[in-house]
């Protein structure tokens, strides 16, 4: 089956500080890609980094970066340096390849970031 | 402009009610999708679509259908509408080519029925 677990439904966080959520996933197929996607309380959903099965490097876009680990079925996403504005719900996607693009989610982390 | 466009925005019907949501693209690819978000959860898949004349249920499709009516148009319709699909509903749009998958959404459309 194909699953994303997210074991941390809230995390506070200091502003300037760093902070890991956690992401695992299970899937069979051997190509997918990994999303993480950030959801302010206004409701859009914002794309924040993608990793590839078979991307060796470690994905990072600007203060986020995904923590891959492959064998242990892990994509925790890093936000470094976290500020006001980072306070949302984060929400963890796989997509498996052979899938045509379809996202499967997990329930997400909210996360507060504390003046 | 936005890439991606749902309306309307907020709807409140009553049980029973047909209702039509539609989502518009300028991105030019060819899937679209249509996901719901129950308060508190990730989003789930309703229905999603490769191209005009390719349609496929999601993981939650009862209750609902679609109509893509041009590459660039992808409308979910409640046939009969009842509370528990009371729900946030996410239009997305992916690109054929693009080895990354990655979804575009659009703001989402907050859909009560009471």
């Known amino acids: 089956a194909q699953k994303i677990t997210q074991t941390q439904p809230g995390m506070f966080v200091q502003e300037k500080e760093a902070v890991t959520l956690d992401c695992t996933y299970d899937?069979?197929?051997?190509?997918?890609?990994l999303f993480w996607y950030k959801q302010p309380s206004s409701g859009e959903m914002i794309f924040l980094i993608y990793?590839?099965?078979?991307?060796?490097q470690n994905a990072t876009e600007g203060r986020y970066s995904l923590n891959f680990q492959k064998a242990r079925k892990s994509a925790n996403l890093v936000i470094s340096a976290s500020q006001l504005g980072d306070s949302a719900m984060y929400f963890c996607?796989?997509?498996?390849?052979?899938?045509?693009?379809?996202?499967?989610f997990g329930q997400g982390t909210e996360l507060s970031v504390k003046p | 402009d936005a890439d991606v466009t749902q309306t309307p925005r907020n709807r409140i019907t009553k049980t029973g009610k047909r209702i039509m949501l539609e989502c518009s693209q300028t991105?030019?690819?060819?899937?679209m999708y249509w996901y719901r978000q129950d308060p508190g959860l990730g989003l789930r898949l309703i229905y999603y679509?490769?191209?005009?004349?390719?349609?496929n249920k999601g993981e939650i499709s009862d209750g609902y259908s679609v109509s893509r009516q041009a590459q660039a148009k992808f409308s979910l319709s409640l046939e009969s509408a009842i509370p528990n699909q009371t729900a946030l509903y996410f239009c997305?749009?992916?690109?054929?080519?693009?080895?990354?998958?990655?979804?575009?959404f659009g703001p989402g459309t907050r859909l009560t029925v009471t």
């Open positions: 997305a749009t992916s690109p054929r080519t693009d080895s990354s998958y990655e979804q575009y």
């Open positions: 899937t069979s197929d051997p190509s997918y890609g």
């Open positions: 990793q590839g099965s078979y991307d060796q």
């Open positions: 996607a796989m997509c498996p390849y052979n899938q045509g693009g379809k996202l499967i």
């Open positions: 991105k030019g690819h060819d899937r």
């Open positions: 679509s490769f191209d005009v004349k390719d349609i």
